[in-house]
């Protein structure tokens, strides 16, 4: 008589039908939290900046700070929607009244003073560094350099520079070739700053490869 089949040992592929592995679910790399702690941090940065002990351009009342540095490097790193959100949260943190601009200054009686263009400009030149750096992001370290350069200057000469000098001119009483004159003074440190942007922003990339692979 044959012997009776082992119950013990169950039938070969029942247990997987049985039971079926359920698929991996793919972790997400960036979360709601993550995004709202870089906006955070790289508003407060850009504070920093501000509040720091600003240089003085004779015959202008408006004075070189590092603000823009700090505009710069949350786009670079942050990418086109963060960078923005962050130069934004920085706007709106200093409109309710904490001193988080230049000189200590906040309220939003800042934003009918002479440097009020550049202030305005600074969600939109976030933006547009952080969208022309993302098409960086795959170049090798030495042309991502020169990419990230070249994508802070164009946000400053595009969009910083021209909507500064024309507020600064309309509330200044100036003229288009005063006006020109006296914003064209900024134009050189505002290139060392992005030099020094698309340098720290290099390294910090190349220290956090995912913030190039998730960067909007």
């Known amino acids: 008589m044959p012997d009776a089949p082992d119950s013990s040992i169950p039938a070969l592929g029942l247990g997987a039908a049985a039971h079926p592995v359920a698929p991996a679910v793919p972790v997400a790399r960036s979360s709601a939290a993550t995004d709202v702690a870089l906006v955070a941090t790289f508003a407060a940065f850009i504070a920093v900046c501000?509040?720091?002990?600003?240089?003085?351009v004779p015959g202008s009342a408006v004075p070189i700070t590092l603000q823009t540095f700090g505009v710069m490097l949350a786009g670079l790193v942050l990418g086109a929607r963060r960078g923005a959100l962050a130069a934004l949260l920085y706007l709106a943190v200093g409109a309710a009244g904490l001193p988080v601009f230049s000189g200590g200054a906040g309220g939003v009686g800042v934003f009918?003073?002479?440097?009020?263009?550049?202030?305005?400009?600074?969600?939109?030149?976030?933006?547009?560094?952080?969208?022309?750096?993302?098409?960086?992001?795959?170049?090798?370290?030495?042309?991502?350099?020169?990419?990230?350069?070249?994508?802070?200057?164009?946000?400053?000469?595009?969009?910083?520079?021209?909507?500064?000098?024309?507020?600064?001119?309309?509330?200044?009483?100036?003229?288009?070739?005063?006006?020109?004159?006296?914003?064209?003074?900024?134009?050189?440190?505002?290139?060392?700053?992005?030099?020094?942007?698309?340098?720290?922003?290099?390294?910090?990339?190349?220290?956090?490869?995912?913030?190039?692979r998730r960067r909007p």
């Open 50 to 56: 501000a509040i720091l002990p600003a240089i003085p």
């Open 112 to 212: 009918a003073g002479l440097s009020a263009g550049y202030l305005l400009a600074f969600p939109l030149a976030a933006a547009l560094a952080g969208y022309l750096a993302t098409r960086a992001g795959g170049l090798r370290p030495s042309v991502r350099y020169v990419a990230l350069f070249a994508s802070a200057t164009a946000a400053s000469l595009l969009l910083i520079h021209p909507i500064g000098i024309a507020v600064m001119g309309w509330r200044g009483g100036l003229s288009v070739s005063e006006a020109l004159v006296a914003g064209s003074r900024y134009i050189p440190g505002d290139l060392i700053k992005n030099l020094l942007a698309a340098l720290v922003a290099s390294a910090v990339l190349r220290a956090f490869p995912d913030m190039v």
